[in-house]
């Protein structure tokens, strides 16, 4: 390495070692702090233009069409919350490249509320969307955050997640996607106030407020308690847009109170349009919200709100063989490894969709039931080196689905 002396100079700027206010050592070179800010600087710029560009590019490329053709390969049905979603990311990614002029109108973030069962598709839409985004997106769960001070995690840990997406790039990250899971969970426990605090409801919905409005955060980079002495990353959260998701159990009654009518019964007025009981989620309302116990600071700075439609059999049944990555290509794929053809007889599948509209488990149970019906092939196969083709008819999986005792998860 090169020794410092009275003739060491800056191998840029050609400034001497007094000249500066220090001299960094390399090999056979020197940099002085100014060439070092200065690169930063050129560095900084030519990131941000790289960014922007990839924006345009974005623009250009995803209009709503396409990004819900996206969604259309990946998620069956929820033509309403796939349209919600693409016209809000579409719509964020124009906000983003928006130039802002004394005279000219700011756009401002729509942040989204998808209500829906379990095992409908919300958090499936999440995972699908962030494939096709060119901006940071992380998913995150509402269940585990509590108020500042309390065993759980910080609000901040949210925007510490999305910073990771971002390999901690805080220009990028301040132009991300959250979506938010289980928010339902951070309902208000009780409508009497008391005095005590509800540390992991009203308390987190109170925490949420100005991350979600928009304003600079100090976000612990390795978490809050573990790291204390660590230190902050600012981030600005004025365009990060917010996607919060949860089934909302037992809203229906609320919904159904507001419409005067009962989940199962009839209207009260003849003259009243007639009331879709099946799916009282479509007509749910900001109002609906906030009897369910959300405040309503948080709902006002969530306008938009969306549905997911409960899942029929005819979805269910799409839901098994028609995504890209359905429940059977991908058994098929598995056996395909052990170099075995995998055949399902269609009686089979209706026998799944049927079992898992009894059960009330939605697109996740139809995973559980198919996994008890292949489990004793899928261990036996890798050792029966003689088998090349497997048929899975009627029989057999009524067979393997009664040993699996599923009676046990039947709904009350």
């Given at each position: 390495?090169?020794k410092?002396?009275k ?9 001497g ?6 001299l ?30 990839n924006?345009?590019?974005?623009i250009s ?6 990004i ?6 990946y998620?069956?049905?929820q033509?309403?919350?796939k349209?919600?979603?693409s ?10 490249n928006q130039k ?6 700011e ?9 829906g ?6 958090t ?12 940071p997106?992380?998913i995150c ?6 108020e500042?001070g309390?065993?759980?995690?910080d609000v ?7 910073l ?6 805080v ?17 208000r426990?009780?409508d009497?106030p ?13 925490a ?7 304003t600079?955060?100090?976000?612990p980079?390795q978490g809050?308690?573990k790291?204390?002495?660590q230190?902050m990353?600012?981030?600005?959260t004025n ?5 919060c998701?949860g089934a909302?159990d ?11 009518t009962?989940?199962v019964?009839y209207?009260?007025k003849?003259?009243e349009?007639?009331?879709?009981l099946?799916n ?6 900001p109002?609906?919200?906030?009897s ?19 899942l029929?059999?005819?979805?269910l ?9 359905s ?9 395909a490894y052990?170099?075995?053809?995998l ?6 599948l ?12 939605g ?19 890798p050792t ?8 899975i008819?009627?029989?057999?999986a ?8 599923f ?6």
């Amino acid at each position: 390495m090169a020794k410092q002396n009275k003739e060491s100079r800056c191998s840029f700027c050609h400034s001497g070692k007094h000249e500066t206010l220090m001299l960094i050592e390399g090999m056979d070179a020197f940099i002085c702090d100014k060439c070092v800010t200065q690169a930063n600087q050129l560095l900084a710029q030519e990131l941000g233009t790289k960014n922007t560009k990839n924006i345009q590019t974005a623009i250009s490329l995803l209009k709503p069409l396409e990004i819900k053709q996206h969604l259309d390969q990946y998620v069956i049905g929820q033509d309403d919350a796939k349209k919600v979603l693409s016209v809000a990311v579409y719509n964020h990614y124009k906000r983003l490249n928006q130039k802002i002029d004394k005279d000219e109108i700011e756009i401002e973030k729509s942040n989204i509320m998808l209500v829906g069962e379990t095992g409908t598709g919300k958090t499936l839409l999440a995972k699908t969307i962030a494939k096709i985004l060119h901006v940071p997106f992380c998913i995150c769960d509402a269940t585990v955050l509590t108020e500042a001070g309390y065993v759980g995690e910080d609000v901040e840990s949210i925007l510490t997640r999305l910073l990771q997406a971002a390999d901690y790039d805080v220009a990028a990250a301040e132009r991300g996607i959250v979506y938010i899971d289980e928010v339902d969970k951070v309902a208000r426990k009780s409508d009497n106030p008391s005095i005590t605090r509800d540390v992991s409801g009203e308390g987190v919905q109170q925490a949420l407020l100005k991350i979600l409005e928009g304003t600079v955060v100090n976000v612990p980079p390795q978490g809050g308690r573990k790291h204390p002495d660590q230190k902050m990353i600012p981030v600005n959260t004025n365009n990060i847009l917010f996607i919060c998701g949860g089934a909302f159990d037992g809203i229906e009654r609320k919904i159904a109170n507001r419409l005067r009518t009962q989940a199962v019964g009839y209207k009260v007025k003849k003259d009243e349009a007639v009331l879709d009981l099946k799916n009282l989620y479509k007509y749910i309302t900001p109002q609906d919200l906030k009897s369910f116990g959300l405040i309503p600071e948080l709902i006002g700075r969530i306008p938009v709100l969306s549905h997911l439609n409960p899942l029929d059999k005819e979805s269910l049944r799409n839901i098994l063989t028609a995504p890209k990555n359905s429940l059977i290509k991908q058994y098929i794929k598995l056996f395909a490894y052990e170099d075995v053809n995998l055949v399902f007889e269609d009686d089979v599948l209706d026998f799944i969709v049927d079992k898992a509209m009894e059960y009330k488990l939605g697109a996740r149970g139809l995973r559980s039931i198919c996994e008890a019906i292949m489990l004793d092939a899928m261990f036996d196969t890798p050792t029966q080196t003689d088998v090349k083709e497997l048929h899975i008819n009627l029989d057999y999986a009524i067979e393997k689905f009664e040993k699996a005792d599923f009676k046990k998860l039947q709904a009350a």
